[in-house]
């Protein structure tokens, strides 16, 4: 009855801006849907830079402006760089978004935006506009606090709550989350994302309260408006839509050839990029380890080569019985399969978070941005994987994760987060209450 009264009162549409990036447009999608089965009606905003298909989502209004990302003549961007495109995006949005949520507004009544938290921008367009503005952090809740100590060296907030998470943080992870030079990219984006989070009305994250417990205390520290962990968000709708490359589904038929927890899948997200001698390690790596494998090696991923042209001779014929590689796989179904063992991964938050839910153990070679953060957790806080930094090494890693007790043991702690996430997500559990509060909290605009 409660549940009726409601969504009757929900006659407000939502609007949703999702960052232009697979890791980001895939959680704003998954919410936006998770939100409509709450009776929201939705309308997603979107830049033309890689544009959902709409033909996919029936039951949303999506509305496209321009990004100028085509059109720019600035010499000094450098669209290879993500922190600079998203940077440059965050003033070459501002007036195209602005007219477009003002002309929503004179026909819609609307209960408030909700943004990617790096779309700092929109907040003073709302404050404008005199909407509320959530937004949603599309990585870990741990993430926010360790980025700002140690990109923004605000150290002194975070003493009494992740003090142990910061002290294992290597030199490495951090120069790696620097990688590439960008440091003044980087802290730019950071610093304005933290500030303009702090004047908005709410912050939802892709996360459970039980997996970073720690973290709760500090965002509550840095932000002090409500914060909402609603759970694991492709677990409510396991199958996406949102993939803007062609998931190949002769993965699926492939893996249902395979035994039991056998098979490693590598995977190194939508963005990363690697050298031909890294491709070149991580190709021995996966043959030395004698172990099935299927391997997504995304066109253009190597640098200087189209696809698999930096194969090293003598690869395709060494393992053409065991290993298969494709551009792009379905990965949530791919990490559900009971064939998969392991996987080796960048550390993504969607793809560490997805692993996690299916118990999968992880093999983690974290390249940048909040990656080294995410495969720490994983090793050293959840102790459900290893870190592989010398790929020279990947063969012997494999096999230990995939046939050694170790491998086991981390696949025990992991399918007992896997039930912890289940839990939180059931009637009483913390995802499923924050997912009510956070439909009050929007009711309440
Ligand atoms: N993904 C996929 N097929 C692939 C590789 C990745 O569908 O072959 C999806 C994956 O399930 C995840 C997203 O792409 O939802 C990647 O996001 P993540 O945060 O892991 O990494 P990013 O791409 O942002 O570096």
Request: aromatic share 10%; glycine share 6%.
């Amino acid at each position: 009855m409660a549940k009726l009264t409601k969504m009757a009162m929900n006659n407000k549409a939502l609007v949703l801006f999702p960052l232009p990036f697979q890791g980001h447009i895939n959680p704003m999608l998954q919410l936006a849907n998770i939100l409509y089965t709450k009776g929201f009606k939705i309308i997603i905003i979107h830049t033309n830079f890689n544009s959902p298909n709409p033909s996919n989502y029936p039951q949303f209004t999506f509305k496209s402006i321009s990004d100028g990302l085509s059109t720019s003549k600035d010499k000094s961007l450098n669209l290879d760089t993500t922190n600079h495109a998203i940077n440059f995006m965050n003033k070459s949005c501002i007036d195209p978004f602005a007219v477009c949520l003002a002309k929503l507004l004179e026909v819609e009544p609307v209960a408030c935006l909700i943004s990617d938290a790096l779309w700092h921008f929109t907040q003073s367009i709302t404050d404008r506009l005199k909407l509320k503005r959530i937004v949603l952090r599309t990585s870990s809740m741990s993430c926010i606090p360790l980025y700002a100590a140690l990109v923004l060296g605000e150290k002194s907030y975070y003493k009494t709550t992740i003090k142990e998470e910061l002290a294992l943080m290597t030199e490495m992870d951090i120069e790696k989350i620097y990688k590439g030079g960008l440091e003044k990219a980087k802290a730019e984006l950071i610093c304005n994302m933290i500030n303009e989070t702090k004047a908005a009305s709410g912050i939802i994250f892709n996360t459970f309260k039980e997996l970073e417990e720690p973290a709760f205390l500090a965002i509550s520290q840095v932000f002090q408006i409500p914060s909402f962990a609603i759970g694991p968000f492709h677990t409510y709708f396991p199958v996406s839509h949102s993939s803007l490359i062609e998931q190949d589904r002769s993965s699926i038929s492939w893996l249902d050839q395979q035994p039991v927890h056998s098979v490693v899948y590598v995977s190194f997200g939508s963005i990363a990029q690697m050298s031909e001698s890294e491709f070149t390690n991580m190709a021995w790596g996966l043959a030395n380890s004698k172990q099935r494998f299927l391997w997504v090696v995304r066109p253009g991923s190597v640098t200087g080569s189209q696809w698999l042209e930096a194969l090293p001779k003598g690869f395709a014929e060494e393992v053409v019985e065991r290993g298969r590689i494709v551009k792009w796989a379905p990965q949530q179904e791919v990490l559900a399969h009971q064939a998969i063992g392991c996987f080796w991964t960048h550390n993504g938050w969607n793809s560490t978070l997805e692993s996690i839910c299916e118990g999968v153990p992880m093999i983690c070679s974290p390249c940048s941005y909040d990656q080294p953060i995410n495969a720490r957790y994983v090793t050293d806080v959840w102790k459900i994987g290893v870190m592989l930094d010398n790929r020279e090494e990947a063969g012997k890693i494999i096999k230990r994760v995939i046939m050694g007790k170790e491998g086991s043991e981390m696949r025990h702690r992991s399918k007992s987060l896997q039930e912890k996430v289940n839990q939180s997500l059931q009637k009483g559990g913390s995802a499923c209450q924050s997912l009510e509060n956070l439909v009050d909290s929007i009711l309440s605009f």
